[in-house]
């Protein structure tokens, strides 16, 4: 099972500035088939970013994704207050499926 | 654009079984890859299995190896998940997830159901 971990567990950051996340692999995964999601209370998650880099449908670019192999960064700029959420990483390349355990995004 | 849509929420007790649906609204589910994640209160999500709507056979996580199982009907449009021997630690919101697929190739969850509450108690 490829576990993913993610750093840090919880970032504080003033509105108007950036974040960076990051999300390391046990194993070598694809990029194409690394995702990230921001998830706030009582909602579902949503899909921001998909093969690594490749922002999802209505996705602001303030959104970026990077990485490759066992290292993969999620970086938000320009900060606006939706923003503050949980993040997670996810694999889809090996069964079974797994997520990071999140990253949360709080305001400072 | 598909749209899932679960059942409502469960409260079971202890050594029971629930069954909880997804179904689509607005396109068929034929062909696409649909999973069930989780997620237990204040925690992350885990990915509990999934199959591709309505042909193959499911696929589950090993933790989740015969205590789970992945049906579809395809005249219904909809996907569902049984989990038997219930137990507290299994209280949590379950979502059912549509892959966004590329040339064929499931990538990533892009649509999501609202999400099911199951209480055990």
């Known amino acids: 099972e490829i576990v993913l971990t993610q750093s840090p567990g919880t970032l504080s950051v003033s509105p108007g500035e950036s974040a960076t996340l990051s999300c390391r692999a046990s194993?070598?995964?694809?990029?194409?088939?690394v995702a990230w999601y921001q998830q706030k209370p009582g909602q579902a998650p949503r899909l921001l970013i998909f093969g690594a880099s490749t922002r999802a449908t209505g996705i602001p670019d303030r959104f970026s994704g990077s990485g490759s192999g066992t290292g993969f960064t999620l970086t938000i700029s320009r900060l606006d207050p939706e923003d503050f959420a949980v993040y997670y990483c996810?694999?889809?390349?090996?069964?079974?499926?797994?997520f990071g355990q999140g990253t949360k995004l709080q305001i400072k | 654009q598909v749209q899932l849509v679960q059942s409502g929420a469960e409260v079971k007790k202890p050594g029971s079984s629930v069954k909880i649906s997804c179904k689509a609204s607005?396109?068929?589910?034929?062909?696409?890859?649909v999973s069930w994640v989780r997620q237990a209160p204040g925690q992350g999500l885990e990915w509990m299995g999934g199959i591709i709507a309505f042909f193959g056979t499911p696929n589950y996580a090993e933790r989740f190896q015969g205590r789970v199982t992945i049906l579809t009907d395809e005249s219904l449009n909809t996907v569902y998940m049984e989990v038997n021997g219930l137990t507290y630690e299994d209280t949590a919101v379950y979502y059912c997830?549509?892959?966004?697929?590329?040339?064929?190739?499931?990538?990533?969850?892009?649509?999501w159901g609202q999400g099911t509450r199951v209480t055990v108690s």
């Open positions: 997830a549509r892959a966004l697929t590329v040339d064929g190739d499931p990538l990533a969850f892009d649509i």
């Open positions: 607005g396109d068929t589910l034929n062909k696409d890859a």
């Open positions: 996810q694999q889809y390349d090996r069964s079974p499926y797994t």
């Open positions: 194993q070598s995964v694809s990029s194409r088939y």
